[in-house]
Every structure is written in structure tokens, then in C-alpha cells.
């Protein structure tokens, strides 16, 4: 939806993949992005509300993850309970969660995948 060092990436594996899925706190965080683009002036009020409304088409089915799940998560494998949601909603699904966060990929290894790997 924005351009950077990885949207190429991220539009390839779309192309061969576009059956994406999230915990719906996924929009949250996109639309906090977004509210800055538009405070600085980045994007315009208009522009923004189109890129939120083309993200909500782009991630097929968002879902929520019980918050309990999530706390398990977070303390077996000692990470935030933001990264938690996504990292339950994985293993719900029983797929890896796609992420550039090195860290995270380091302490969840069986269930999370980097774009490039994800990609091959």
C-alpha cells in the first residue's frame, strides 16, 4: 500500500499468494501510520482514507485472537503481547506468520518466516 525497501517483495508474494489473513489489530496499526502521513503532510486526508480502504480489500479475512491466547503466546515465547496477537493467529491457522522483524523470528523460529523465505 506504501512504497518501501520491501514492497516489491511483498507485491511478488501477494502475486503468488494473495490469500492474507491478519488479527484485525493489523488495521490499527496501518491507520496509525497512515494518520501521520496525513498530520505531516505526507498524504493527504483523501489519499489516506482511500489507502485505508484499499487495505481493508487487500487482507482477505481479519479475525481476532482471543486475548488469553495471546498472553500464552507472549509468555512462551517472551515476546510483546502486540507481536503475540499475530504470532496466535499463526498458530491458530496453523500457518507462519511473514515478518521482517529479526527479533521475533528469532524467538518464535516454527512459526514465523521471513518475506524473502516466504517468497522462495
Do not use: C
Not at 26 to 54: C, H, P, W
Amino acid at each position: 500500500m506504501l512504497e518501501g525497501d520491501r514492497t516489491s517483495a511483498a507485491q511478488e508474494l501477494f502475486e503468488r499468494d494473495a490469500d492474507w489473513r491478519s488479527d484485525a489489530f493489523i488495521m490499527v496499526e496501518f491507520s496509525n501510520v497512515l494518520t501521520t502521513y496525513v498530520r505531516t503532510k505526507v498524504l493527504s486526508r483523501d489519499q489516506g482514507l482511500k489507502l485505508l480502504a484499499g487495505a481493508q480489500e487487500l487482507v482477505s479475512v481479519l479475525t481476532s485472537v482471543l486475548h488469553a491466547r495471546a498472553l500464552e503466546a507472549a509468555t512462551q515465547f517472551g515476546i510483546s503481547a502486540y507481536d503475540a496477537r499475530f504470532v496466535a493467529l499463526a498458530i491458530q491457522m496453523k500457518v507462519k506468520l511473514v515478518t521482517e522483524d529479526a527479533k521475533l523470528r528469532a524467538a518464535v523460529p516454527n512459526w514465523t518466516v521471513s518475506l524473502a523465505d516466504a517468497g522462495a
